[in-house]
């Protein structure tokens, strides 16, 4: 996606860009034309073309030629329609799949808030989520590219080298069936309806069933939009449409010619308004080629780049100890249900500098500077910082307490910013004889560290310092 600067002063940079332009395309169709109506109707001045001077000509009468230029714009303006129609139905699919996921995370990881269940089971069932999430929404980008494009191998997909949050954080199996699945996204899917499934069981999730059912339709809705989405990439603009118009427009290129040379005496007039005519018909015919489907690395596709790297801020906005903390109110406020009693109005911009008066962190989405600056590095990806997890809680703790507000949820956990893709993933864990379909979980789960050593550590010092480990290592 094109990132243009708006407002007067950009029309004069619009016009000088070339990148994403369907101009050097018209351009190349459109100077040939031109010519060629100049040097017919020089040859006709000259002469050497008596048949054209004949004053009774057809291509005298214009109501023949106004009719096909008609027909021509016609259809040409039809096409750019749908395909415009096209362009932001892909846009809503796939924003609504990436809000209906993040939704769907943010009320299972609010849903764990006060469960009962030992606290190194909540910790384990956030990080396998958010994890899965990061993975399940590349792994549908990478599918809507992959539909787009005929490629040979995992190298070629662009969205596999976006950044996944801590991948290695899951098991190896786990890793080796996501690489040897042909439906990625199908299979990530189910895999967390089946975490689900098994923290309801286990009593993580302790929520009433009605409520919980609300992240099941949530993941679904997701599912649909980009079920949606693939409709858009994987049926293209109906053949016989595309044909007839490609059709016409390649007659108006031969017919213009002759028409425009019999109206314009003059070459070099002939030849501008030639120009004039076929390069906007064109012009419109290459926008409707470039909107049609919206997907893969073209210039004017969506930047999948930057979804994946803002659905990782997301999803890693749930694990900070800020997120999960109750607001509360301060031990003066107004209360605005009383009558006569007018609460104090104030700006966030006043508020914010009372309570510190620091530089106020600027509102954009995140990653948008990311992705003007580089556009072919982006995303974001996670792992575990080596602080354990008691020093953590204890220190979201203690700033809780000192706001007098309510105490964040144990479990969090420290992140930082790191690189890992699908791509480097797969390379990095060859496929070994059949992995097998079993629902995923962490490398610590099975008492191996394997490839998520570092969530394992968190994990087992989690255990440690419940009261419940003891029995947990006996089971």
């Known amino acids: 996606m094109i990132e243009y600067q708006r407002g007067p002063y950009g029309f004069f940079m619009k016009m000088m860009m070339i990148k994403g332009s369907v101009f050097p395309q018209s351009m190349c169709i459109a100077v040939p034309c031109a010519v060629l109506?100049?040097?017919?109707?020089?040859?006709?001045?000259?002469?050497?073309?008596?048949?054209?001077?004949?004053?009774?000509?057809?291509?005298l009468d214009s109501q023949a030629w106004s009719g096909f230029s008609f027909l021509v714009g016609f259809l040409i303006v039809f096409r750019t329609s749908q395909a415009y129609n096209r362009f932001w139905d892909g846009c809503t699919a796939t924003h609504q799949m990436r809000a209906e996921w993040f939704d769907a995370c943010s009320a299972l990881v609010a849903f764990c808030k006060y469960s009962k269940e030992p606290?190194?089971?909540?910790?384990?069932?956030?990080?396998?989520?958010?994890?899965?999430?990061?993975m399940l929404h590349a792994a549908a980008l990478a599918e809507l590219e992959e539909l787009n494009h005929d490629v040979e191998g995992i190298d070629d997909i662009t969205a596999f080298s976006f950044d996944l949050i801590d991948p290695d954080g899951l098991d190896e199996e786990s890793l080796l069936a996501v690489k040897t699945s042909h439906c990625k996204v199908e299979l990530l899917f189910s895999w967390i309806q089946f975490l689900i499934v098994?923290?309801?069981?286990?009593?993580?999730?302790?929520?009433?069933?009605?409520?919980?059912?609300?992240?099941?339709?949530?993941i679904a809705n997701g599912m649909v939009a980009f079920h949606d989405a693939v409709k858009i990439t994987y049926i293209p603009f109906p053949f016989p449409y595309a044909q007839t118009c490609d059709a016409l427009l390649m007659m108006h290129w031969l017919i213009v010619p002759f028409v425009t040379s019999q109206w314009v005496k003059d070459p070099w007039w002939a030849g501008v308004f030639v120009l004039m005519q076929v390069l906007i018909v064109w012009s419109l015919n290459f926008i409707a080629i470039e909107m049609s489907n919206p997907f893969g690395v073209d210039a004017n596709d969506l930047d999948a780049g930057y979804m994946q790297s803002e659905m990782n801020s997301h999803l890693m906005l749930l694990m900070k100890p800020c997120t999960v903390r109750t607001p509360v109110l301060a031990d003066v406020h107004d209360e605005v249900t009383l009558e006569g009693v007018v609460p104090r109005m104030e700006a966030l911009n006043d508020v914010?500098?009372?309570?510190?008066?620091?530089?106020?962190?600027?509102?954009?989405?995140?990653?948008?500077?990311?992705?003007?600056?580089?556009?072919?590095?982006?995303?974001?990806?996670?792992?575990?910082?080596?602080?354990?997890?008691?020093?953590?809680?204890?220190?979201?703790?203690?700033?809780?307490?000192?706001?007098?507000?309510?105490?964040?949820?144990?479990?969090?956990?420290?992140?930082?910013?790191?690189?890992?893709?699908?791509?480097?993933?797969?390379?990095?864990?060859p496929v070994a004889g059949h992995p097998g379909d079993r629902p995923v979980?962490?490398?610590?789960?099975?008492?191996?560290?394997?490839?998520?050593?570092?969530?394992?550590?968190?994990?087992?010092?989690?255990?440690?310092?419940?009261?419940?480990?003891?029995?947990?290592r006996a089971a």
């Open 37 to 59: 109506t100049g040097v017919l109707r020089y040859s006709i001045n000259q002469g050497y073309i008596p048949t054209l001077e004949d004053v009774d000509s057809i291509l």
């Open 441 to 472: 979980g962490l490398a610590a789960h099975s008492g191996q560290l394997g490839l998520g050593s570092r969530l394992a550590r968190t994990t087992r010092d989690a255990e440690e310092s419940s009261p419940s480990s003891t029995d947990h």
């Open 198 to 218: 098994e923290n309801i069981d286990t009593g993580v999730l302790s929520i009433p069933p009605p409520i919980l059912s609300r992240a099941f339709q949530e």
């Open 352 to 429: 914010w500098r009372k309570v510190s008066p620091g530089d106020v962190q600027h509102p954009a989405r995140a990653g948008h500077q990311a992705s003007l600056t580089d556009r072919g590095q982006l995303g974001l990806s996670i792992r575990l910082s080596r602080s354990s997890h008691h020093d953590d809680t204890t220190a979201s703790t203690r700033r809780a307490n000192a706001s007098g507000g309510t105490p964040s949820v144990t479990g969090s956990v420290s992140l930082n910013a790191t690189g890992d893709s699908m791509e480097e993933v797969a390379e990095e864990h």
């Open 119 to 134: 606290e190194w089971k909540v910790i384990r069932f956030k990080q396998i989520l958010i994890r899965l999430f990061s």
